[in-house]
């Protein structure tokens, strides 16, 4: 498998780790703000080790686009890690994988990519893919609806993100712009302390989530450097994408497999609900299937 494929397919699996950490986290009480804070924090550090691939400081003209970047990919950072908290990550991955299509739909509009019949077939079966996702289980039925709305907006932040690097990374290079733009999202991150609700200045033994949080935003830095970096490098946007959006299966697959290990509770909800979500989820695939064919014509 060529490598700029193979990057985005590591990510999608270390994605689902990060995610599981972090909901265990947010179980134990870390908000969105300090966990959105400490994620942007330890990227920007990471994005550093970057700088070695080169590139070139454009002319002050084009200066604007780091920040405007970095204010897509804040946006779709707090709605995916609000979807993520709000509900449960095999309803909230699945649907960030969505993001598929609105990267080919924005292709089209900001790049000039052809968008074809596949592409809406793909469309439709994400459709059903979001009903079946969105069952009703009785009182959470109203958290479901939340989950996937939030979910929705960070995959649309996300998207424009994407196709901006690709449009952008040539005029900067994969080792200037990725590392502008991952210190001007942590900059933007530092006022979210205010809104800190975990924090505590009366207590100072070290809180029970922040191992979690430590443990998750690790490999949350390193797989969302190591999809970016891909699309940078080799601006293959969709291609990346189709593969990263396999996440939304492999969250299923993992709730289901060691969701225990996490205290997950996704695990309990029934064999009945848990089984349109790997429903919703093969559609999901199936869609990404359509828009990868979609790629190739």
Not at 88 to 111: H, Y
Not at 146 to 153: D, E, F, H, M
Not at 218 to 228: E, K
Not at 261 to 268: L, T
Request: net charge positive; with cysteine.
């Amino acid at each position: 498998m060529p490598f700029y494929l193979l990057l985005p397919l590591v990510s999608a699996f270390v994605f689902v780790i990060g995610a599981l950490l972090l909901k265990r986290a947010s179980d134990l009480g870390a908000d969105v703000w300090r966990t959105t804070r400490i994620i942007n924090y330890t990227t920007a550090v990471a994005s550093l080790a970057l700088w070695q691939l080169g590139g070139t400081i454009p002319e002050a003209s084009l200066w604007w686009q780091p920040p405007v970047a970095a204010t897509l990919f804040f946006g779709g950072q707090v709605f995916s890690l609000l979807a993520l908290n709000t509900g449960d990550v095999s309803v909230a991955t699945p649907v960030l994988g969505l993001k598929i299509l609105l990267v080919a739909l924005l292709s089209s509009v900001l790049i000039g990519d052809p968008v074809g019949a596949r592409l809406w077939t793909a469309a439709g079966l994400s459709s059903v893919a979001i009903a079946l996702l969105n069952i009703d289980r009785g009182h959470a039925h109203s958290r479901v609806g939340r989950t996937i709305v939030l979910a929705a907006l960070g995959a649309a932040s996300y998207a424009c993100f994407d196709v901006l690097i690709q449009k952008w990374s040539p005029a900067w290079g994969t080792g200037r712009i990725l590392p502008f733009v991952m210190v001007s999202a942590a900059v933007y991150s530092i006022p979210l302390r205010r809104f800190d609700r975990s924090t505590d200045a009366r207590q100072s033994s070290p809180r029970p989530y922040t191992v979690w949080l430590a443990a998750g935003a690790a490999p949350f830095a390193v797989q969302g450097l190591m999809f970016i970096a891909s699309i940078s490098i080799w601006r293959q946007v969709t291609s990346a994408n189709v593969l990263y959006s396999s996440r939304g299966l492999w969250s299923v697959v993992a709730v289901w497999a060691v969701g225990h290990w996490f205290a997950n509770r996704e695990q309990h909800l029934g064999a009945r609900v848990l089984a349109w979500r790997f429903v919703g989820a093969f559609l999901l695939m199936a869609a990404i299937v359509m828009v990868l064919l979609d790629s190739r014509t």
